[in-house]
C-alpha cells in the first residue's frame, strides 16, 4: 500500500553520516542482538549501495538499474539507478530500538542534476517502509530481491498505482 509522506518516518538527525562514493558501498553491522530480514533470512550484517540499494551477503557496485540486475543479489531497491553521492547530498544510517533508517537525502544522480530524497526502514520485526520524499529522475527501480533471478512470471508493476494504506488496528 502506500501513503502520502512529508517527512521521513525516522528522524535522520543523530545518524552516522556516511562517506561513499560514486559506484560504492559500505558494510553496516547492527549492534547488540538487533537483527533485520529479507525473505526469512536474519543478519545483523547488510551493505549499502551508493546507487540507491541495500544488499545482503555481499556489497554491490552495480550502477546501471535492470531487472536481471536488480534480482542477482538479496536486495531492497528504494531507487536503483546511477546516483553520486560523491556530488552532493548526504547518505545516513540510524539504529533505534525498533529499526534501523538509511537516508539518502538529495543525493544528485550521475551526471545530471536530478536528486533523490529516500528512506529504507528494516524494522527489527521483518517490516520494511520504503519512504520516498523526492524523487526528481524519470527512470528508477524500486523493490525488494531474494537474489535468484528474475522470478518465473514476474511482472512490473507501478508503485504509484498502489491503493491507500488501510488505517493500522488499534
Do not use: M
Request: overall charge negative; aromatic content about 12%; some cysteine.
Amino acid at each position: 500500500c502506500r501513503e502520502n509522506a512529508a517527512s521521513f518516518p525516522t528522524d535522520p538527525a543523530g545518524g552516522a553520516t556516511l562517506s561513499l562514493g560514486d559506484d560504492d558501498y559500505l558494510q553496516i553491522t547492527l549492534t547488540g542482538t538487533n537483527q533485520v530480514s529479507l525473505y526469512s533470512q536474519h543478519t545483523n550484517v547488510f551493505f549499502i549501495g551508493s546507487n540507491g540499494y541495500l544488499t545482503f551477503h555481499s556489497g554491490d557496485t552495480t550502477f546501471t538499474e535492470s531487472f536481471a540486475n536488480h534480482f542477482n543479489l538479496p536486495r531492497i531497491s528504494a531507487c536503483f539507478h546511477d546516483l553520486n553521492p560523491n556530488a552532493g547530498g548526504t547518505v545516513s544510517w540510524k539504529q533505534t530500538a525498533d529499526r534501523v533508517a538509511v537516508t539518502f537525502t538529495n543525493v544528485p544522480e550521475y551526471g545530471p542534476t536530478a536528486t533523490v530524497s529516500f528512506q529504507i526502514e528494516l524494522f527489527y520485526d521483518g517490516r520494511i517502509r520504503l519512504t520516498c520524499l523526492g524523487i526528481g529522475i524519470t527512470d528508477g527501480l524500486a523493490g525488494l530481491s531474494a537474489g535468484s533471478g528474475v522470478p518465473v512470471g514476474f511482472a512490473e508493476s507501478d508503485l504509484t498505482s498502489y491503493n491507500a494504506c488501510a488505517p493500522p488496528d488499534d
